[in-house]
């Protein structure tokens, strides 16, 4: 039997072709391109394709997959239903979480497919922007088919075009999210997968494994710390009470970062020029946090995350704190469905051993005689 590693903390459990987290380096590589050449120009469908197909696409089939994606937006009548009677109040991951279980059940959906995959990732804005409309008192923004996925996204939340530059914000946050290697929610759907269930049950499976504050809830922790805290004058003395407190700071370390994950850099510049106020603080507050966590732990590097400045550049586009998860789930989507799909065209059952640590074999004693 192989060792127990807490956590599975660097065990291979698969092979994959689709993403390259190089944690020493500080790289993130889709497909054999680096992120940050993604990020720079390309769509989200340009990359969704990359993801789905392997390759970039040419110009006939960056339109055909936008054109399909488009018509995949509509939601079916027991979906609709759903998001009609789910209380206001509920958490939006809970929300797109229970409206793809509703979705698979109607649809019937079988083996995973690259066709199911482009319906599941062009459903989620709309029950998103549905749910945020609801909350709202508003009726449902219909998509519009001469939208691509973001900007569509902010049209039916807002019912009004957002301006390009927040459109390209937007863009640029779901093609770096699409992806991230072997997460907790990746992971997931890739052992959901290895069942032979269905593409709904995977991504059901990837949505509760994200929602988790440890995972894909980080950002709006990361805006509530901030909140808090208030002022960058404030920021050093409310970090260091905190950690006398044991609180931990949101948005710094990661499992395979050792230094600053090439997103955030990205983020970051993003929301110095798109939320100049938020900027102010987080700058403040990530120096001092860095600061603190080196005198803390030397011997242990580390860096600033994506969730940190998502959670300014996501407020600068308008989202409520409460959308940021279920927006992560938006762009992962794409890198969820792309796993499951390479799961299955060379799948074999992922069943990992457990180490037993409890009692040794011992007699039960009649109920009569334990008193």
């Known amino acids: 039997m192989s060792a127990y590693v807490p956590g599975l903390e660097g065990v291979v459990a698969a ?21 940050a050449d993604l990020a720079e120009d390309m769509s989200f469908e340009e990359v969704a394709h990359l993801l789905w197909y392997g390759r970039l696409p040419t110009r006939a089939e960056l339109d055909a997959l936008t054109l399909e994606m488009a018509g995949s937006r509509r939601l079916t009548p027991a979906s609709v239903a759903t998001l009609k009677a789910l209380p206001k109040d509920s958490d939006p991951m809970d929300v797109l979480r ?23 990732t062009a459903s989620f804005p709309t029950i998103l922007a549905g749910f945020h409309r609801r909350q709202q008192g508003l009726e449902p923004v219909k998509s519009r088919a001469d939208l691509a996925h973001a900007a569509n996204y902010l049209y039916m939340l807002n019912g009004k075009e957002s301006s390009p530059e927040l459109v390209r914000a937007l863009n640029t946050y779901l093609v770096l999210l699409a992806d991230h290697g072997m997460n907790a929610s990746t992971f997931t759907a890739r052992v959901i997968a290895s069942t032979d269930s269905d ?16 995972h894909g809830g980080a950002p709006s922790q990361v805006m509530d ?12 003395h409310w970090m260091r009470e905190a950690r006398q407190r044991k609180i931990r700071f949101m948005g710094f370390g990661h499992r395979v970062y050792r230094t600053y994950d090439p997103r955030a850099k990205i983020l970051k510049a993003m929301c110095e020029r798109l939320n100049p106020t938020f900027y102010a603080l987080a700058s403040k507050v990530e120096e001092t946090a860095l600061a603190i966590l080196h005198e803390e732990h ?20 308008g989202l409520p704190k409460e959308f940021f998860p279920p927006t992560f789930a938006v762009s992962r989507a794409a890198g969820w469905t792309a796993h499951v799909l390479e799961q299955v065209a060379n799948n074999r059952l992922i069943r990992p051993q457990s180490e037993y640590i409890g009692p040794e074999p011992r007699k039960p004693v009649p109920l009569a005689e334990r008193g």
Not at 98 to 120: C, D, M, N
Not at 225 to 236: H, K, V
């Open 298 to 317: 030397p011997e242990r590097p580390q860096a600033t995350n994506v969730e940190f400045y998502s959670a300014g550049v996501l407020q600068a586009i």
């Open 15 to 35: 092979q994959t072709a689709i993403s390259l987290v190089d944690g020493a380096n500080g790289r993130l590589v889709y497909r054999g391109y680096v992120i």
């Open 225 to 236: 710390q901030l909140e808090q805290i208030g002022t960058p004058e404030n920021a050093e």
């Open 98 to 120: 229970s409206v793809v279980s509703v979705q698979g059940v109607e649809h019937r959906l079988s083996k995973p497919t690259i066709p199911l995959a482009i319906h599941a």
């Open 199 to 214: 593409i709904a049950s995977c991504l059901v499976g990837a949505i509760a494994a994200l929602k988790g504050p440890a």
